[in-house]
């Protein structure tokens, strides 16, 4: 037993200086400089040419810059070019900003903006060569002058490369390891690099030498937390200065307490019904007496009126989801590029909407499945049980099929579902038209998300007008007449647009984004 | 014994065989890993480049005979998400697991022995039916409501500990630990806790009821006879004849904490191989989930081995039934 004691006693004082050594590390930083953040989700990579997901790209956007900002509010702000504009309908000239200079002390350049280009377009599984895949020419005029070449007239070249990250040119053949440990990891932006500690944070020094807005805090640290009570917990418990994406059932209590205030705004996300319009009747949507129908009746506006006018919005935003949302008359945000403002919200009115069935020759109604998953947007699952409820008080007989996000995608599709629910970010109404409710066509880009399976004629060439109309007021009103088209037909069902909602402790200040992005650097107190 | 091991070693390997074979079917069942991995704008050429780059157009047996392929070449795939090696996003994680499984055992072995031996000694008092009706309710309680009960306590009421996170800045021997330093401990400490409880009731139980059957046998009643002292008779006698099933069990319970940690793991914000685990399978990052099965066996595996060297080392007859 004695020799016991012996043994331990040396291991003990081991275990002292290790702790004490352990104290000394210059990683660990003092408290009050630094700013601490709970985010939602993990950054799964720091090269920011790799997955286009939110994540990703919320931490790209402290360490790089791109030629085109986007603001609070989604509009394009000037970032690293100062300024741009039409030489001729296809070509394009960026001014760049000549006081710039990279993490590592080096001048930002035309042939950095070139390297960046490039890397986009060839690094193997990139998701970001989308953006760049219309630009057939960019070449440097000066240093600080390049100029780019579109096959056709194309509006969007400004917003598609808001989506490219500015790399050093030394690092164009970097691989992304190299992004994940550091040593590539060198942009413009306005904080450097510390250290990536992937699943768990992100520290982050000031650059000194920003060419923009300064940072407030010298220090910020990325927590990545992605159960929302853990992240609530660690902010209550004082861990944490500030959170992201504050959850519905929480926002009362935080509300409610002096140590900590909200900031809020719109959000880009909109929640929308998919209505399946195909000729051939969807397998979800049977007679009352369960048989087959002849007609598909969601191809009669009437029928897709009826449902829009069953939906009591502002009950499911109360009661759902803690008055965080507002209802939508839109594809897109109120404030997004092409939101069409002299839309109304469909109104509340089943006595109305029994009459629209009753016309379109469904008085009986009809039996029906909403498909919805239950793991991706706010109380998605209970909106649709909600949504199935109102349908089925004006006699469309409605039943709910809900699932996890990674089986719902795969069956919507294939064209599963009759009556789909999906939520929807864009910057521009345009852009969010193409891709839900432009005729299918894979090999463009075009209605790859159309699971309504929508198809006109005069949409398509609406939106296609859009796209190359190089006059950004002429262009907004081609956007917005689209919107109006696509939203009075009824081709889907608008739900709401989500609020994008942050936790601070009481004292500090966050501009609240539209595109739901946390930056360390708008922070202030 | 090496022959043993070697029969070891040849089982996990078809349980390996066979878990792979699984998770390639049910993955495939549940979804295409591409709807959750390309941008939403991407054209349909963009989706066929990228498939084809991951390998995910080819039939789904060709895919899984390559991936026996490079598995057999020690390559186990790269992660859908991070691209970088499945294996290595395990491995990274593994030592947050190991931490917080270790300190979990240590807190239920250290406290629910001793108090197990002590509730059969002293079986008539009061306070001991009072502790084993407690432990019964460890059992009942769910471990996130735990979880959740101590965060509102220590962190948000009080502001003692840490909610969650992990700090390994400080070293221990040289490697980063939550051992390492106060920080490092004051974040482990109600996690470590939480996934104890459960462990902690069920050792209690148990060591109880080992204790009580051993205290009724022959050898005891002579070794107070002979007046060993309470201290010996109870650390001594009755520990090494209630040590080899309870190690048994120990052993077991140890790779449970580490394979489903889960749940504690997302309460705390733990940066764990359960969190990696649940964030794959819902993005049907495959590689991922077929690295984490091959570790977890291979952990089972050798736990398994050290509880048999442990039970050979306690118990003589079973060293000298492996002699013979």
Redesign the interface.
């Known amino acids: 037993m004695v020799c016991h004691s012996m043994t331990i006693r040396p291991v003990l004082g081991l275990f002292m200086v290790a702790l004490m050594l352990g104290a000394a590390d210059p990683g660990v930083a003092l408290a009050g400089d630094t700013l601490r953040i709970g985010m939602a989700a993990e950054a799964t990579t720091l090269d920011p040419h790799a997955l286009n997901i939110a994540p990703n790209n919320a931490i790209g956007w402290h360490l790089f810059d791109a030629l085109t900002h986007v603001d609070e509010r989604t509009r394009l702000v000037p970032g690293l070019a100062r300024s741009w504009h039409v030489v001729s309908p296809t070509e394009w000239e960026f001014r760049l900003r000549d006081d710039v200079q990279f993490h590592d002390g080096s001048a930002f350049e035309a042939a950095d903006v070139i390297a960046s280009i490039e890397r986009v377009r060839r690094l193997p599984n990139g998701q970001f060569s989308s953006f760049v895949q219309r630009l057939i020419d960019v070449r440097a005029v000066d240093r600080h002058t390049i100029r780019i070449r579109t096959a056709t007239p194309y509006a969007l070249v400004p917003l598609d490369l808001n989506s490219v990250f500015i790399i050093s040119h030394r690092h164009a053949e970097a691989p992304s390891a190299n992004f994940d440990q550091g040593s590539a990891a060198v942009g413009t932006g306005p904080w450097r690099l510390t250290r990536f500690e992937r699943g768990e944070r992100v520290l982050l020094d000031r650059n000194e030498h920003y060419w923009g807005e300064q940072a407030h805090w010298p220090r910020a640290e990325m927590r990545m937390i992605s159960g929302e009570q853990a992240r609530v917990a660690a902010l209550l418990g004082g861990d944490l200065d500030m959170i992201e994406a504050v959850p519905g059932s929480a926002v009362v209590r935080l509300r409610n307490d002096a140590r900590f205030t909200l900031a809020q705004t719109v959000s880009w996300r909109t929640l929308f019904f998919h209505l399946d319009q195909r000729a051939q009747v969807p397998a979800l949507i049977r007679r009352t007496d369960g048989s087959r129908m002849a007609v598909n009746p969601l191809t009669d506006r009437r029928v897709r009126l009826a449902l829009a006018a069953a939906i009591d919005r502002e009950a499911i935003i109360d009661k759902l989801l803690d008055g965080t949302a507002r209802p939508a008359s839109n594809l897109v945000a109120p404030g997004v590029f092409g939101h069409d403002d002299s839309l109304a919200v469909p109104r509340f009115d089943p006595a109305a909407a029994r009459r629209l069935l009753a016309d379109a020759g469904y008085r009986a109604g009809f039996n029906l499945t909403v498909a919805a998953p239950n793991n991706r947007y706010p109380a998605d699952a209970r909106i649709a049980q909600a949504v199935a409820a109102m349908f089925s008080r004006i006699g469309v007989r409605t039943e709910v099929a809900s699932m996890p996000i990674n089986v719902y995608l795969g069956r919507a599709r294939r064209g599963e579902f009759a009556v789909a629910l999906l939520g929807w970010g864009s910057f521009s109404g345009d852009l969010a038209l193409r891709s839900l409710l432009a005729t299918r066509d894979p090999s463009r880009g075009n209605g790859t998300w159309n699971w309504s399976y929508y198809h006109s004629a005069d949409l398509d060439a609406m939106i296609e007008r859009a796209f190359a109309e190089l006059d950004p007021d002429r262009r907004a009103a081609q956007v917005r007449a689209a919107m109006h088209l696509a939203m009075t037909d009824q081709a889907v069902i608008p739900l709401h647009h989500q609020n994008a909602l942050w936790a601070l402790r009481a004292g500090l200040r966050y501009r609240a984004r539209t595109d739901e992005f946390t930056f360390a650097h708008h922070v202030t107190d | 014994m090496l022959s043993e091991a070697a029969a070891r070693l040849l089982q996990s390997l078809l349980v390996l065989l066979t878990m792979s074979a699984v998770v390639f079917a049910g993955v495939y069942l ?3 890993p591409l ?12 989706r066929a480049q ?1 498939g084809h ?2 390998g995910l157009d080819q039939s789904l047996i060709t895919q899984y005979l390559l991936f026996l392929q490079h598995a057999l070449e020690g390559n186990l795939g790269r ?1 859908f ?4 090696p499945a294996l290595g ?1 395990i491995l ?2 593994l030592p947050a697991t190991i931490e917080l499984a270790l300190s979990a055992a240590l807190i239920a072995v250290g406290l629910g022995v001793p108090i197990g031996i002590g509730c059969a000694w002293y079986a008539q008092r009061f306070g001991t039916r009072v502790l084993l009706g407690l432990a019964t309710l460890g059992f009942s309680v769910p471990t996130f409501w735990v979880g ?1 009960l101590l ?2 306590l220590f ?2 009421q009080l ?1 003692w500990l ?6 390994a ?5 040289g490697i980063a630990t939550s051992f ?5 401990l004051s974040h482990l400490l109600l996690p470590a806790i939480s996934l104890a409880l459960f462990k902690l009731a069920l050792l209690i139980r148990l060591t109880y009821a080992a204790t009580r059957e051993v205290l009724q046998q022959d050898f005891i009643l002579a070794a107070r006879a002979r007046g060993v002292a309470l201290p010996r008779l109870l650390g001594v006698h009755v520990l090494r004849n209630i040590g080899v099933s309870l190690t048994q069990v120990i052993g077991l319970e140890f790779g449970a904490l580490v394979a489903f940690s889960i749940v504690t793991e ?4 733990w ?1 764990g191989m359960g ?2 685990l649940i ?1 794959a ?4 990052d495959r590689p991922v989930v077929v690295a984490y099965l091959l570790v977890t066996v291979t952990l089972f595996t050798a736990i398994n081995l050290v509880v048999d060297l442990i039970a050979l080392v306690l118990d003589p007859r079973l060293r000298r039934a492996g002699l013979q």
């Open positions: 549940i979804g295409n709807d959750m991995l390309i941008p939403p704008q991407a054209s349909e050429l963009e990228a780059a991951l992660s998400f991070s691209n970088s996003l990274d994680r959740l965060i509102m962190s948000v502001q840490p909610s969650g996170g992990r700090d800045s400080g070293h221990l021997f390492g330093s106060w920080r490092g997302s309460v705390f914000a940066p969190k990696l964030d399978i819902n993005s049907l």
